[in-house]
């Protein structure tokens, strides 16, 4: 069985910014939606945005948009997350997340069939 391989993230003073990338690894089926999750100590994991990989549609929970960017690359499979002018309320455990299934959209963390490692943002004020 495949997984989903986490890089990027770390550590940023409020105002910064900071590009998270995820690429599946052994997955062999194709990924139609794929995500970016965030959880912060104590919280249930966030969606904070989803893409259609085939169809290029974006989602974003109100509390990210117009400062994060999710992209994905066809050529090399890659999923990304720009994150701009982060707050310190952006802070967390980031992880991935990808579906097999054709419809996308902002969905629950149980609705993925594949989840990556999760990666610390901190945020610095």
């Known amino acids: 069985q495949g997984q989903l391989e986490q890089s990027g993230g770390g550590s940023v003073q409020a105002g910064g910014s900071l590009r998270l990338s995820c690429r599946p690894s052994g997955v062999t089926e194709n990924l139609f939606c794929m995500g970016w999750f965030r959880q912060a100590p104590g919280k249930e994991p966030e969606g904070a945005a989803s893409i259609h990989t085939r169809l290029g549609t974006r989602y974003y929970a109100d509390s990210v948009k117009d400062r994060f960017t999710i992209s994905h690359v066809y050529a090399n499979n890659t999923l990304y997350l720009q994150m701009n002018d982060l707050k310190s309320e952006d802070a967390g455990v980031y992880f991935c997340?990808?579906?097999?299934?054709?419809?996308?959209?902002?969905?629950?963390?149980?609705?993925?069939?594949?989840r990556g490692q999760g990666t610390q943002v901190t945020v610095s004020s």
């Open positions: 997340a990808a579906q097999t299934g054709f419809a996308c959209r902002l969905m629950k963390v149980h609705e993925y069939q594949y």
